[in-house]
Antibody, heavy 119, light 110 residues
Framework: QVQLVQSGAEVETPGASVKVSCKASGYTFTTFYMHWVRQAPGQGLEWMGMISPSGDRTNYAQRFQGRVTMTRDTSTSTAYMELSSLRFEDTAVYYC????????????WGQGTLVTVSS | QSALTQPASVSGSPGQSITISCTGTSSDVGGYTYVSWYQQHPGKAPKVMIYDVSKRPSGVSNRFSGSKSGNTASLTISGLQAEDEADYYCASYTSSSTWVFGGGTKVTVL
């Protein structure tokens, strides 16, 4: 079955960078886009961006342009999301997600990674 | 890209039906059939309940249904049950080849 397993919680200081990983299993990694979605405490879901199956194309939400970098390592079936110049308001749970076998959706989700930005 | 507009809260009694709206623009909800709905219980990852406006994934109860008219999509939960109490989010593909979520709706079963 499809599984997306993310790296553990992180605590970072303002201005630092954080890199979250998402290891995929149960399917052919190079077949599906990978998306990243975040959720600040008590807030809603926010789409951050996506990376193509081969990793050669990315598309980021405008508000993260210049601060986020999404990559993927096909040899280890792992996707990465790096966010730089962290601010207190970047404190959130970060999820990786991919669609179901058909349709346009976020059908499979990682368990989430809590990133806390604190001085 | 502004978030899609959802009511903050909707409530209903067990057995009743409720509908959650999700309003966007012609650049997102109105322009594509790629609207999906997610259920999220506290501390859990979201779960897709409806995709492509009205399709239901395998394993999701047929009490959940979706529709769209113009720039507004809707999720209807019929035969409301206690386990349906959760936050619900809509999402849509956009003309910028990005995705946008709604602000979320808290469903309370009275």
């Amino acid at each position: 079955q499809v599984q997306l397993v993310q790296s553990g919680a992180e605590v970072e200081t303002p201005g630092a960078s954080v890199k979250v990983s998402c290891k995929a299993s149960g399917y052919t990694f190079t077949t599906f886009y990978m998306h990243w979605v975040r959720q600040a405490p008590g807030q809603g879901l926010e789409w951050m961006g996506m990376i193509s199956p081969s990793g050669d194309r990315t598309n980021y939400a405008q508000r993260f342009q210049g601060r986020v970098t999404m990559t993927r390592d096909t040899s280890t079936s792992t996707a990465y999301m790096e966010l730089s110049s962290l601010r207190f308001e970047d404190t959130a749970v970060y999820y990786c997600a991919r669609r179901l076998e058909d349709g346009y959706n976020f059908g499979h989700w990682g368990q989430g990674t809590l990133v806390t930005v604190s001085s | 890209q502004s978030a899609l507009t959802q009511p903050a809260s909707v409530s209903g009694s067990p057995g009743q039906s409720i509908t959650i709206s999700c309003t966007g623009t012609s650049s997102d909800v109105g322009g594509y059939t790629y609207v999906s709905w997610y259920q999220q219980h506290p501390g859990k990852a979201p779960k897709v309940m409806i995709y492509d406006v009205s399709k239901r994934p395998s394993g999701v109860s047929n009490r959940f249904s979706g529709s769209k008219s113009g720039n507004t999509a809707s999720l209807t939960i019929s035969g409301l049950q206690a386990e349906d109490e959760a936050d619900y989010y809509c999402a849509s593909y956009t003309s910028s080849s990005t995705w946008v979520f709604g602000g979320g709706t808290k469903v309370t079963v009275l």
